[in-house]
Structure formats: C-alpha cells, structure tokens
C-alpha cells in the first residue's frame, strides 16, 4: 500500500519491445509531484498492483532499441518524462533502467549533454511553457504566482520577460528576493516581510492582475 515502507527491488532486465526503448537512467528529479504520487494522492496506480517505482522525469543513456525503433538512437543522451499509462502498473524513473517509447516520453539529443539539465528539462518548463499559453488565451498581461524562487518559478520568471507579461513574484525568504533580482524580476513581494498583504493587494490592482498560478 502506499502507507508501506519504501524499499530497494530488482527488476529482470530483457530487451525493449517493439517501439520502446531501453534508456539507462543516469539521473532522477525528486519533485513535489513525486512525494504526491507516494502518498497516494493521484490515485494514479491501484494499490493491489503493487510494486511501483516513483519518478516522472530524469535523463540517461539509450542503450537498446525495440523492433520498429532506428537503431541510430543507441548510445544518445536523452531527458525522460513519463506518467502511468493505466492503473495496473508503473515504473518510474527512480531506478537504474526505464523502458520508454521514444515518440511520447523522451527528448533526444543530437550530442552529448549535461546530464544534470537534462533530468529537469521536461516537467518545469512544460509547465511553465503552459502559464505563457494560459495567459494568452485569456488576453491578460500580467499574472502573479507563489513559489517564485522555485525551479518552476524561476523559468517563468524568464518566459513572462520574453513576452512582456508583468508578473508579480511571491516569495517567502530574502535570500529569494535576490535570486529573483539577479534574474531580472522586477516586482517581489516577500511574506516575510510585515505588511506584505496590504503590498500584495495594491501592487495586483495597480497592474490589473486577474490570474494566480499557485505553485
């Protein structure tokens, strides 16, 4: 049951099937989606089918290919997403190889990459990617978001400068009021700082912000 203790297991490792590919897990993000999905808050997987294995996102090596997959993309450096596909079984990336199909979990690289990028290349800027889409559709031009010093904060602080969209970050530190400074966040509010509430709401009617993303 999700409630049960976490343990170290051992898969039989056999060939990819046919349009997969055997990718070698090389590194593995530990996201707040993760601790949800182990605490049985998706509901994502059935219990009974117990074993699962933990992790939407990494990077590795491919190291095999299945039938009706080029055999060019042996040996290429890749970032991995994935979800479960259906309740009766999931193995994440939080072990030592993944089997994937190449057309909807991975992202391939031409050379070699740092591995350590390419593990938190998919989720956060997908995500951040889709705040942008969200904004445009409802023709606002400014938005505010929590968490703004986050990994997923601070890609959107770049992709709201790259499209003129004024956004107001919230943080909960000062150390984070600088690393946003430092990326060119202009508008901050710290909750750590007395009055900040007051400073919230007036800076939000001043620039006619209509939309939150609660990170």
Known sequence: SFTSQPYIGKRKKVAPSPGQVLVKVMRSTVNPSDMFYILGAYGLVNP??????????GSGI???VGDNVS??????????IDAPKNKDEFYGTWSEYKYVDPK???????NEIDLDHACFAMINPLTAVCF??????????????NAAASGLGQTFVKLCKENNITLINVVRKEEQVKTLKDLGAEIIINTAVEGWEKEFSKTTSDHDCRLMFEC
């Open 48 to 57: 009974e089918k117990f074993p699962t294995t933990p992790g939407f996102e």
């Open 62 to 64: 491919i190291e095999a």
């Open 71 to 80: 055999k060019d993309l042996v040996g290429k450096y890749c970032s991995i």
């Open 104 to 110: 909807t979990s991975l992202l391939i690289y031409d």
């Open 132 to 145: 942008i889409e969200e904004i445009k559709l409802r023709n606002l031009k400014s938005v505010t978001h």
